[in-house]
């Protein structure tokens, strides 16, 4: 099996070279660009497949951009430690919090996405929050399988987004903009009824900030990495309430302590390491805020039900 040894960090420019417009960098990425409208670009993945004249599988990178996808043809796809088939028309949502990546599974690839940076949704401009979002959170639900409707619904949004960037309308991207918000609540319709919850009062505000705090803290991307946060005392401190509290509150929400709550995580995150990096144990302890081996091999095998090794192979 072949691992990454750290699991690297893919700019836009580095999209752009991967798609082999090398020598156009400078007219879709104009210095600055970030400071005024942001960035946005929508491709057809027919074409970009044609373009790029290879089958290559997106590597398992974390991006510094959002990508929207509609994809039609047989795919897997890999989000953090879910693995989720694509068996005919799906909806791929990206968040630069989460590194990913999809295998097509057969020749027959078509649809449509679009990529862009986070200046181009700020508050200001859409009145959200992107990462706060149901959709682009860690942990989320953020591949849909669609039926023949919905992939008409989606198609005819890719479709205005073409005929907006080639028109020279002097507010395109305000409509852009728009198209993409219209994608991204398509999206959060398909959802489960539980990632809709919106919190509304003085508890369901200290499980938002408490599972932020402990979402700040991943992925880990480098062996230096480590975590600071490991036990409830630690994010009831930063939170600036009682451990008993928070403990109540977390276990009235969800039926969970904030122990079984990091817990989790950091297993969720180990399995990453173990699946998509070739550090050795120890290394990967160290970084999850192990001091001794055996302590996470025996956290792990709790956890998993299986040994790190035998979870590796």
């Not at 008993?244 to 969970?256: A, F, I, Q, R």
């Not at 709550?261 to 180990?270: D, H, L, T, V, Y």
Request: hydrophobic letters at 40%.
């Amino acid at each position: 099996m072949n691992f990454a040894t750290i699991m690297e960090i893919t700019s836009l420019k580095d999209f752009y070279r991967e798609m082999g417009f090398d020598n156009e960098l400078e007219t879709i990425l104009p210095e600055g660009i970030n400071k005024d409208i942001g960035h946005f670009n929508v491709f057809n993945i027919a074409s970009v497949r044609k373009k790029v004249k290879e089958t290559k599988t997106m590597p398992y990178n974390r991006r510094t951009y959002y990508k929207i996808s509609l994809i039609n043809g047989h795919n897997r796809a890999e989000y953090a430690d879910k693995v989720i088939e694509i068996k005919k028309n799906g909806l791929l949502f990206a968040s630069p919090k989460v590194p990913y990546h999809y295998i097509p599974q057969d020749e027959e690839q078509s649809g449509y996405f679009c990529i862009f940076s986070h200046e181009f949704l700020t508050s200001s401009q859409s009145g959200i929050v992107l990462d706060n979002l149901p959709i682009f959170k860690a942990g989320g639900y953020p591949v849909f399988q669609l039926d023949e409707n919905q992939v008409k619904e989606i198609e005819y949004l890719f479709e205005k987004m073409f005929k907006e960037m080639a028109s020279n309308y002097a507010f395109k991207y305000d409509l852009l903009r728009n198209y993409v918000l219209e994608l991204i609540h398509y999206g959060q319709k398909l959802q489960p009824d539980i990632a809709q919850y919106t919190a509304h009062n003085a508890t369901t505000r200290v499980v938002g900030l408490f599972v932020e705090l402990l979402e700040r803290q991943f992925p880990i991307t480098a062996l230096g990495q480590q975590l600071i946060l490991r036990t409830a005392k630690d994010y009831a401190e930063r939170l600036n309430i009682h451990v008993n509290h928070l403990n109540k509150v977390l276990k009235e929400h969800s039926g969970k302590t904030t122990t079984d709550f990091i817990g989790s995580r950091i297993a969720q995150e180990a399995k990453i390491l173990l699946k998509q990096t070739d550090w050795n144990i120890s290394e990967i302890a160290y970084t999850l805020g192990f001091e001794e081996v055996a302590h996470f091999s025996n956290f792990f095998k709790k956890q998993a039900k299986v040994s790190p090794l035998t979870f590796r192979t």
